[in-house]
């Protein structure tokens, strides 16, 4: 999961793991190109070969400049993506937009971006270059303060691109010094007597970074001389076949993978066989993972671990950017091991157990999400959410739609409660499409679905998904089911501004033991509509008592999701009552569960009550600030208070009141300063009241 802000500023780069050796001239060339004040051209590709440095010196350039872009410089990699059209959904995620719209990816981001002066850096574009290149057409001419940073294998092709063909690393001094530093592990010390051997070897290498680095960890069990004479050999033939894959590419190219499949040759049998294997993970894996599903036939699991240890020190496997106990693979890397699990026969059925792996992780999940673990499970999701991505696509591409079908209701469950609504909706729509049996799954599957088209503010949608629930649920004969389902219908209602209606269906529910799973989520949902509805119908009262029953059912439960809304709830109608210190501590309490979960839209909502709370407390300038923080966070779900005209009038009853109190220009530094606050930042301030 990516942070919103890097040392305090908004954005998403990684931290350097490693030293950056060389490249001086390309960074020069890199500094003045994307330095808003000097460079003209907005699209800067970097464009090399595989294993040549391209990732790591976008990084190491955008690092540079980070100052030159106030709204942050954001990472977005694309190499997890295994279909077209993703490339947006993939920016959108980055940035972590909280969108709730329907409409376009590329139009929710140029909205959320209009003003702003940020630098979005693609990552791996090659095998989805159409999508990169429509991106840039849509949000360049409209984004006057962005910048696109590209790293592939090839130039996207467009009017004004600036191109930066990245060559190897010269032989003589940049590619020996990356030998050395990366050989100094190994005990290597690099002086007159070796430098003669170590060039050779690099030249051999063609200078490409990737395969110097896989060379020089070798010393740790062959000597320079050894390792010269190693590189030297012909390949196995088998290895050649593999290497023709590329057949007619660039010489360098060849070079690389020749480097690799000799890096593999001195990898031990069960060595290659799970480097083989792992390369059908996305984004990353921790042990656990590789375990259950590269084990078998001769890997035993119990051996997993040591063999990943020793591919890390021969830096086949890289520990992962930003979490010490994951894993990941470098694209050429991957690319390799997967031609080599298709030579084995194996790639079906290592895919099948990684798709069974993260089906059985989103049914325990979601099993476990109405507890004292949703915490656990949203992070976990946010942190799986590519693999869950790649195995929700295999099971969709399998003839067996069922388990489609039961992949779709909990891995959509899950991404509809952790921000995820497209991938949400993309999935549920072709499982259900099908026309699945009836059952259980079923019911789930369309729940979740018109769950997503409510917080999509998609009400017609919606309507016509709360009529299939229901009647799935009633079909079931399931009495938590049919409860379920009363909340997209109730929701609808509400949303729709039939508040009468709404309550009449809202309040009908039976009281049934909450359940720990998904469902029982669903039966607190309903509780927390219920007083929504009657918040929004101007009766505080009667929200409050359902919302204090939902605040005490969740604290029962464990759960975070349902009692943040219901905190915010009992806010509003402390508010109400006058009662501002309550109203304060308690719009507090809702902000801070809602950042539990990353619950973007959540978290605007209890930011619009705190602020009421403060203004009515009599602290305008800190009120003026609230404000601001809670517009920049509003923006990120591209639904400002959702759209609600009550909530709408609301905020500005509130804004007219500050600027009552401490007068226009006041207000207006005040809530710049908050608009500008880092997301991270501003919800601190807000929650901690520093």
């Given amino acids: 999961m990516s942070d919103k802000t890097t040392a305090g500023r908004p954005g998403n780069l990684p931290p350097e793991t490693r030293s950056f050796v060389g490249r001086r001239n390309e960074l020069g060339w890199l500094d003045e190109e994307l330095d808003p004040g000097v460079g003209i051209d907005r699209l800067v590709s970097l464009v090399g070969v595989g294993g040549v440095g391209k990732t790591r010196l976008a990084l190491r350039a ?156 070798r010393l740790a069990e062959l000597s320079l001389a050894q390792l010269h004479g190693r590189l030297g050999e012909r390949l196995p033939s088998r290895l050649d076949l593999l290497a023709a894959r590329e057949g007619e590419g660039p010489p360098r190219h060849q070079t690389l993978r020749t480097a690799i499949g000799w890096s593999h040759e001195l990898c031990a049998p069960l060595e290659r066989l799970l480097w083989a294997r792992l390369s059908v993970f996305a984004g990353g894996f921790c042990v656990s993972a590789a375990e259950e599903v590269c084990a078998g036939g001769p890997l035993p699991a119990g051996r997993i671990a040591g063999l990943l240890a020793r591919l890390v020190e021969q830096s086949i496997v890289r520990r992962h950017r930003s979490d010490p106990v994951r894993y990941r693979l470098l694209d050429t890397v991957r690319e390799f091991g997967a031609d080599w699990l298709r030579a084995l026969g194996e790639e079906h059925a290592v895919r099948l157990r990684h798709r069974d792996h993260y089906r059985r992780l989103a049914r325990e999940g979601c099993a476990e999400w109405n507890t004292g673990r949703q915490v656990a499970w949203c992070e976990r999701t946010l942190t799986e959410h590519a693999n869950l991505r790649a195995a929700m696509d295999c099971a969709l591409t399998e003839p067996d739609g069922r388990v489609a079908l039961e992949m779709a209701a909990d891995v959509g469950f899950l991404w509809r409660h952790c921000g995820y609504l497209r991938d949400a909706q993309h999935c549920l729509d072709q499982a259900l499409a099908t026309d699945p049996v009836p059952g259980p799954d079923r019911t789930r599957a369309l729940w979740t679905r018109g769950a997503v088209a409510l917080l999509q503010g998609d009400l017609e949608v919606a309507a016509d998904w709360a009529v299939r629930c229901a009647d799935a649920a009633r079909e079931q004969g399931d009495p938590v089911a049919v409860v379920a389902a009363v909340y997209v219908t109730g929701g609808q209602l509400a949303l729709s501004g039939k508040l009468s209606e709404a309550i009449d269906v809202l309040s009908a529910t039976p009281r049934l033991p909450i359940r720990p799973d998904g469902l029982g989520a669903a039966q607190l949902q309903v509780r927390v509509a219920l007083a929504f509805t009657h918040m929004l119908r101007g009766d505080h009262e009667r929200a409050r008592v359902v919302a204090e029953e939902v605040r005490e059912a969740s604290v029962a439960c464990g759960e975070s999701w349902a009692g943040a809304f219901a905190d915010g709830i009992v806010a509003q109608a402390d508010l109400a009552r006058g009662d501002i210190g309550a109203a304060v501590g308690n719009a507090r309490t809702a902000l801070a569960g809602h950042g539990l979960l990353h619950n973007t839209v959540g978290a605007a909502m209890a930011l619009d009550i705190l602020a009421a709370g403060v203004v009515a407390a009599g602290d305008g300038h800190r009120a003026a600030r609230l404000l601001g923080i809670g517009e920049s966070v509003w923006a990120l779900t591209g639904r400002a208070q959702m759209d609600s005209p009550d909530l709408i009038a609301a905020r500005r009853h509130h804004e007219v009141r500050v600027r009552e109190e401490i007068g226009d220009a006041a207000y207006e530094k005040a809530y710049g300063e908050g608009r500008t606050m880092p997301y991270g930042e501003g919800l601190d301030y807000a929650a901690h009241g520093r």
């Fill in 62 to 217: 955008a690092g540079r400049v980070r100052d030159a872009y106030p709204d942050g410089v954001w990472l977005v990699e694309l190499s997890p993506l295994h279909t077209a059209g993703l490339v947006g959904l993939a920016v959108v995620e980055a940035l972590r937009l909280a969108d709730q719209s329907t409409g376009p990816v590329t139009e929710v981001v140029a909205e959320w971006a209009k003003g702003k002066r940020l630098l979005l850096v693609l990552d791996s574009c090659e095998h989805v270059l159409a999508d990169c290149v429509a991106l840039a057409e849509a949000l360049l001419p409209v984004l006057p303060g962005l910048r696109i940073l590209v790293t592939s294998r090839e130039q996207l092709g467009l009017p004004g691109e600036r191109v930066l063909c990245l060559d190897p690393l010269p032989v003589a001094d940049d590619a020996v010094a990356l030998f050395a530093d990366r050989a100094a592990d190994t005990g290597f010390t690099l002086d007159d007597t070796n430098r003669g051997t170590v060039e050779a070897v690099c030249r051999r290498l063609d200078g490409i970074p990737l395969a110097i680095e896989l060379a020089a960890v």
